[in-house]
């Protein structure tokens, strides 16, 4: 038997609660007792007991409305009661039944009868609470399903949204919570290029909008893969124009370094393009600006238009330094220079009034890495 179940007894005759009671006890069952039906529905509410023996004829609430709340509530609408009557239950049976009770014993009660028809009872409710139990977890799987799908759609949307800017090895990193998400707004030192074709204006006002197409589809192919293998980050295309960032969202050991051997491989491709395009008729020449400094980088835009953006001096200074670049040429600023200058071949162009800029910037053009020669040149 199972000593943790627990019956209540509810009798208005003293003696036959007593009985029950000690009977029950003598088996090892927790018993508790009720004197009317008001005090069993308390009883019933306050302890969740696993079984009823309820007596049918009592003054007040009877047997049967008792056996109807419980019935009637949700939460006690499986629970076992047992009828108990001095009456013929051949006659009770039915009402017992409209009642919603699960069995009958007469009185005088026999023992081997109550002892049997318990254990069948409890057996039940035993079952009935472990398939209970079964869809309450079922439920509580469910939940976290839920959760765990609508976490995953929410990595996908931000997958979706990262992958524009940056390779699929950072997407998964910042996934991973390895990398803080680089759309939250945040200061950091970085370094930037912008690159752009030199003669491009004049190509796209005389040649067919299907060519100039076809040249930036090739163009932005052969950079944005390039970007990729040296971890820069693409903020964004503007026509021949790409602007890319090194230090964010994942920190670099030598970002300014990073930056001048993605450039300088971007020169020698763009060059075999531009052989290509030239044949077509077509002069298109590749200029670059790096420049490094603080920015405020983030998520700009509006709900449903969002993208990665970057705020600073540092941007306007490696823009207008691609302006300045003559075509094969990568214009760094002073401050970057110095801290490659040991690594790179350069020629000092000396100072360049730039657009925009109030004072005269000192620029080098970055002809190669030291001991490779003209590695990367035109």
């Not at 047997?63 to 006690?76: F, K, L, N, Q, S």
């Not at 040296?230 to 026509?239: D, L």
């Not at 044949?279 to 969002?306: C, M, P, Q, S, W």
């Amino acid at each position: 038997m199972n000593a943790r179940a627990r019956i209540l007894v509810v009798d208005d005759t003293p003696a036959n609660v007593k009985l029950l009671a000690d009977l029950l006890a003598l088996q090892g069952y927790a018993v508790s007792t009720a004197s009317n039906g008001e005090e069993a529905l308390a009883r019933v509410a306050a302890e969740s007991p696993d079984l009823v023996l309820l007596d049918i004829m009592m003054p007040g609430i009877s047997g049967y409305e008792v056996c109807r709340t419980i019935r009637d509530d949700p939460a006690t609408a499986l629970l076992p009661v047992v009828l108990c009557t001095w009456l013929d239950p051949n006659q009770e049976r039915i009402k017992g039944i409209e009642a919603g009770a699960d069995d009958f014993l007469p009185k005088p009660v026999n023992q081997s009868e109550l002892f049997a028809r318990v254990k069948s009872l409890l057996r039940m409710k035993s079952l009935q609470d472990e398939v209970k139990r079964q869809a309450e977890q079922l439920a509580e799987w469910n939940r976290q399903l839920e959760r765990r799908v609508a976490e995953q759609v929410a990595e996908v949307e931000c997958l979706a949204r990262l992958k524009r800017f940056v390779s699929p090895r950072v997407c998964e990193l910042i996934l991973a919570g390895e990398v803080d998400d680089p759309l939250r707004t945040h200061r950091r030192e970085v370094t930037i290029v912008f690159t752009d074709l030199r003669g491009f204006t004049a190509f796209s006002d005389s040649a067919e909008p299907e060519e100039v197409m076809d040249v930036l589809r090739e163009y932005h192919a052969t950079l944005g893969r390039i970007v990729m293998a040296h971890e820069g980050t693409i903020e964004h295309f503007t026509g021949d124009g790409v602007m890319i960032l090194f230090n964010d969202p994942v920190p670099l050991h030598e970002p300014e370094l990073s930056a001048i051997r993605m450039a300088l491989e971007m020169r020698g491709a763009v060059a075999v393009l531009a052989g290509g395009w030239k044949k077509r008729g077509h002069d298109l020449g590749f200029g670059v600006g790096i420049a490094n400094g603080y920015a405020t980088l983030g998520a700009i835009g509006f709900e449903g238009r969002r993208d990665y953006g970057a705020i600073g001096p540092v941007t306007n200074l490696a823009a207008r330094l691609c302006v300045e670049a003559n075509p094969g040429q990568i214009l760094v600023p002073q401050r970057l220079f110095g801290k490659v200058e040991e690594r790179v071949q350069a020629e000092p162009l000396g100072e360049l009034s730039l657009k925009g800029i109030y004072r005269r910037v000192t620029a080098y053009n970055i002809v190669s890495l030291c001991g490779s020669g003209g590695s990367g040149s035109e």
